[in-house]
């Protein structure tokens, strides 16, 4: 699996946090860090997109982390992850940069994924969707890392 994302994640605590997941991850999740973009906001986007469709194997499955994107329950998201691997196309998940994805990208996604309509920070995304992967795992093997009665 892949993840290419506008943006280095800095910050030592947020690196952590993804780490402690990224560890766990059978296969493996690959990280693709891409610079943010400069000029103005369609220039970016339009910048962005070129390098994050180009970060994409051209085989892979687009998962485009999107607000207007698809919600999934926790148990949901692991049945879908199971299918989507159980097709063959590497699941390739990309977040784009402040101004957003470029109509380029989503045109490309097979599939969109939205972790709800509030704003969140590019690298709280980064986090939340590495431990969701690690969680969509657990439920597919039955671990108890996804309590059964807890509420997705």
Partial sequence: MR?????RMKDKSERALVERY????RPALDIVELPDGRGSPDEIKRREAQAILAACP???LVVALDEGGRTYSSVAFATTMQTWQATGRT???VIGGAEGLDAS?????GATLSFGTLTWPH?????MLVEQIYRAQAIAAGHPYHRAGRPD
Avoid: Y
């Fill in 58 to 60: 051209a085989q892979s």
């Fill in 91 to 93: 699941p390739c998940f």
């Fill in 3 to 7: 993840l290419v994302a506008v943006g």
């Fill in 123 to 127: 690298m709280l995304v980064r986090i």
């Fill in 105 to 109: 990208v989503l045109q490309r996604a």
């Fill in 22 to 25: 990224l560890k766990r991850l």
